[in-house]
């Protein structure tokens, strides 16, 4: 922009001055020599000063006709600006009442007005806005409109973002997932079937799983004879989501005629944007719905991960092959390592201490040392460890963590039974100490697990990990001799999971049992080790008495406020209430001994209890399952009837 005429003047202004101080130092000087020369001078100096008042004048008055043209112009283009603006404006008073606004705001609502109207008549969702929140988008119409919050100055910028939501929405809806569909009882459900048969059967799971694909608008290709690869897009994993993944029942349903009817397992990865990501993703959520029992679908939108179905009982296998290979690689991993470190959850209960024998006695056969990780003796297995101490032989084995950090070495054995997450073991620096580790589990998996290990056993459809374990011995060594209290303590382990052999009962249950009769276990004294006295009797009863039920075939129980009770106790509460009749599952509610609200939960198998745990963070079984949260007892059974009402209005409690 070019500078106007007189401000160039004004800019020499101070140059003047100092040029007339000048000339009149240069005429006093004249004076003093020659007074004509500076009479002469002073007339000049005269008129030069007579010219620059003159000019400073009309600088003075041109200075002030600009100063006014331009706040005219500034003021006339801010006026425009506000009234041509592509941004709504309002002004709103302390009553959030509407005080003025641009045309622009009137025009994008379709009003010709909105002075004197309440804010939040115009703007609902300003009401749920948070005060940090300067940025909301709302949903107006058929427009998305995102408005900016001043405040301090009681200001609103509303701008209209319809085509940038219609974009986003198209991009999201637009991401590709991958997912990977197996039927994942396929050889267990045709075992004996001709091969006609067999083909009928596969031909109807196969036809409906291609309907369900075209149904959803799914890319579906066969890659072996029991999985398929799918590529979707969001908006389509989306409504597969709606629809609680309805093909499980379906293919269940389609089969059930058959004495083991086919399922299906999903696992699909999704929210990355790399293949490579979705491909890994879609295989570990594979992995993590087969580790739950199958029957499933495990959503991982990046590290979220989300479950569906899971309604069915894992299906038991019928071979030990790998039984028979997991035994052998066990073995080698052992040889190869100097010693073996075993360690069960915090709080072991039998069936982590006879596990955790077992793999001892694995160790020892193999001739190496192994030591059993034990934090401190709880009541469930507190009469077990008095039979232990008595047995210097064993007892010797057991060590304090403290112990295990000192002893584990980088070339140490690691072996984790019991559990699989971390967080859980009886000590978890050990598991940092080695690279070296072993899972051998019988519970579903969960989103947690115990990274880079070498080596995993997980058999949702075994009754404990007594019984996975007591199989892993019989290929270990084939003449294997186990003393009479390690039999009984993996015995006992069984018994209590199974209780008594009446829940998640296989036939390999009772042919591990049948082994570990023939080595010795007393069943005698299991029954004396699982004995309760009146004290433990009479907490029980408490706890019951305020019992309730609930969507008729429910029982919840919760216990009195300033009462704690051991974990154990309320896990016997909630067998105790399944055995009422018509009751086909139990929640027990009470505080626990270290502060905590537990929750321990039964079934019958007609509801999905370890469902129901995950969403308050627990887990477990679909016939048990526990958790533990902080708060209230009056907020964890607000938070648990909240859960069982959403299953119930989403699919129904009940199969």
């Given at each position: ?33 020659q007074w004509e020369i500076g009479a002469i001078g002073l ?382 073991v009886s000590e978890p620096k050990i598991l940092q100490l ?43 060594d084939d003449r294997i001799s186990m003393d009479a209290l ?170």
């Amino acid at each position: 922009m070019r500078m106007p005429k007189f401000l160039l003047n004004r800019w020499h202004g101070w140059h003047i001055v100092w040029g007339f101080v000048l000339l009149l130092l240069l005429i006093v000087i004249l004076f003093i020599y020659q007074w004509e020369i500076g009479a002469i001078g002073l007339l000049l100096c005269g008129g030069v000063a007579y010219y620059t008042l003159a000019a400073e004048r009309a600088f003075r008055k041109d200075l002030q006709k600009y100063i006014a043209t331009l706040t005219y112009r500034i003021k006339k283009a801010g006026n425009e600006v506000i009234q041509e603006l592509p941004l709504g404006i309002v002004l709103f008073s302390e009553e959030r009442t509407i005080e003025w606004h641009n045309p622009f705001i009137a025009k994008m609502l379709d009003r010709e007005s909105l002075i004197g109207t309440h804010l939040y008549d115009i703007f609902p969702d300003l009401k749920n806005r948070k005060e940090k929140d300067d940025k909301i988008e709302v949903e107006i119409g058929k427009r998305t409109l995102q408005i900016t919050v001043k405040n301090e100055e009681r200001l609103l910028f509303v701008s209209d973002v319809t085509e940038f939501a219609k974009l986003q929405k198209q991009y999201d809806d637009e991401r590709p997932a991958l997912g990977i569909v197996m039927l994942d009882n396929l050889e267990e459900a045709t075992q004996g079937l001709d091969d006609q048969a067999r083909s009928i059967i596969l031909a109807k799971a196969v036809g409906e799983i291609t309907d369900w694909a075209n149904r959803f608008n799914l890319y579906l290709r066969r890659i072996s004879n029991d999985k398929f690869f799918t590529i979707m897009d969001k908006k389509a994993l989306t409504q597969l989501e709606r629809s609680r993944f309805d093909i499980l029942d379906d293919v269940r349903d389609l089969t059930s005629e058959n004495r083991l009817p086919l399922t299906v397992s999903i696992g699909i990865g999704a929210g990355v944007d790399g293949f490579v990501e979705l491909g890994e993703l879609a295989h570990s959520s594979l992995d993590i719905a087969l580790g739950r029992g199958g029957d499933q679908v495990a959503v991982k939108w990046g590290q979220k991960i989300t479950f569906y179905g899971g309604r069915s009982n894992a299906v038991e296998k019928r071979t030990r092959v790998r039984a028979r290979v997991i035994s052998h690689a066990l073995r080698d991993l052992i040889r190869e390592s100097d010693k073996v470190i075993i360690m069960g959850h915090r709080i072991p209960d039998m069936d982590a201490i006879g596990a955790a024998i077992g793999v001892l006695k694995a160790a020892h056969a193999t001739g190496k040392e192994g030591y059993i990780v034990l934090d401190d003796v709880n009541p469930s297995i507190y009469k077990l460890m008095e039979e232990i101490r008595e047995h210097d032989e064993l007892h010797k084995w057991f060590i304090t963590p403290d112990h295990g950090i000192q002893i584990t070495t980088p070339q140490s054995l690691i072996v984790v039974v019991d559990t699989h997450k971390a967080s859980l073991v009886s000590e978890p620096k050990i598991l940092q100490l080695s690279h070296r580790k072993v899972v051998v589990d019988h519970h579903r998996r969960g989103e947690e697990f115990i990274n880079e290990a070498m080596l995993v056993y997980m058999e949702p459809y075994a009754s404990s990990t007594c019984e996975l374990v007591t199989e892993l011995l019989q290929y270990i060594d084939d003449r294997i001799s186990m003393d009479a209290l390690e039999a009984t303590a993996m015995l006992a382990g069984i018994v209590v999971d199974t209780k008594s052999f009446s829940l998640r009962t296989g036939s390999r249950t009772f042919e591990a049992a049948s082994f570990l009769r023939r080595n010795g276990a007393d069943s005698v004294l299991i029954q004396k080790m699982l004995k309760e006295d009146l004290d433990q009797y009479m907490k029980k009863a408490e706890i019951i008495k305020h019992a309730k039920i609930v969507y008729d075939h429910i029982i919840i129980a919760v216990a009195e406020p300033n009462r704690k009770y051991s974990q154990l106790l309320i896990a016997q509460v909630a067998d105790t209430l399944l055995n009422m009749n018509d009751i086909m599952a139990s929640f027990v509610i009470s505080e626990r001994l270290d502060g905590l609200i537990g929750i321990s939960a039964r079934s019958l198998g007609q509801i999905n209890v370890q469902v129901v745990m995950e969403k308050l963070d627990g887990g477990g079984h679909l016939t048990n399952a526990a958790t533990q949260i902080e708060g209230t007892l009056a907020d964890a059974e607000s938070r648990l009837r909240e859960v069982l009402d959403e299953m119930y209005k989403e699919e129904g409690l009940f199969q």
